[in-house]
């Protein structure tokens, strides 16, 4: 995997003026936003704030009504199937086939990535080795743990060599050991080919380690962006990157309360695997 695949001077993801809505209720309001090639990205906000809704306009799952949005520098309005092959997704729900092996769902994707396929094999055997599911690719999917299966999932992310990783939840309904071992992946991936990494993430003491930078949204907008360090500091002394977050977002769980019951099911059904 080559870490020369994108032009490194321009920014990975620039916003200007970002807005989406969903009929009268505004899910995303007057964004502005840039990350920096290579650096870890973190987004974070109670449910409802439009952390989701915003990764789905940078991938391309949602069209722009209104603002602009370029990863590294290709236009996603205009430019929608280039940026498309420079991504790497991994979603909040699970999006590997049970009844397919590990193998057989990562052949899967880099096939609907157009992986050339005199390269497929040796690329499907590289990330099922990065993520440690060599051992077990020829396994069902649907026997894995939890953990392995979000493994599996970065595998996937991973098979297109995308300049640009983009993680929503990744973790969610893991133990310590899984979730380390998911993010352990993920650093050694970033500091060995400078891959931009933009997450999400409920677990503040993830998003303080991992992250160069974060940034909070409430209510559709971001009210504030800096390196962890740099938010707590502001804060004053023995702050939590946890306190931060209940600053800038109110405090309140009027905005964690706002999924609905099929977003309870999705997590949970996430969870139990």
Request: charged content about 25%.
């Amino acid at each position: 995997m080559s870490a020369q695949l994108w032009p490194a001077e321009l920014p990975a993801i620039s916003v200007a003026g970002l807005s989406h809505r969903f009929g009268d209720y505004v899910a995303v309001n007057d964004v502005n936003l840039t990350v920096r090639a290579g650096e870890c990205f973190g987004l974070l906000g109670p449910n409802g704030a439009g952390k989701t809704t915003t990764i789905r306009l940078l991938n391309t799952l949602l069209p722009v009504q209104v603002g602009t949005v370029r990863i590294f520098g290709l236009d996603v309005r205009r430019q929608p199937m280039p940026v498309r092959r420079m991504l790497g997704y991994v979603p909040q729900q699970l999006s590997i086939e049970g009844a397919l092996t590990g193998r057989e769902n990562v052949t899967w994707f880099a096939r609907l990535f157009d992986v050339p396929r005199r390269e497929r094999a040796a690329r499907v055997n590289e990330v099922l080795d990065m993520v440690d599911l060599s051992d077990s690719a020829d396994r069902v999917a649907g026997t894995y743990s939890g953990g392995m299966v979000r493994r599996l999932e970065l595998a996937q992310a991973l098979v297109n060599r995308p300049a640009l990783l983009v993680l929503d939840e990744p973790t969610v309904g893991l133990d310590p050991v899984a979730r380390d071992s998911v993010w352990s992946r993920v650093r050694e991936m970033q500091a060995v080919y400078g891959m931009t990494v933009l997450l999400t993430t409920h677990y503040m003491e993830e998003a303080d380690e991992l992250c160069d930078r974060v940034a909070m949204m409430h209510a559709g907008a971001l009210t504030a962006i800096g390196t962890p360090t740099d938010l707590k500091t502001e804060l004053g002394s023995g702050v939590s990157l946890e306190d931060v977050f209940r600053h800038y977002t109110g405090g309140s769980l009027t905005a964690a309360e706002k999924g609905g019951l099929r977003d309870v099911r999705s997590t949970r059904r996430a969870a139990g695997r």
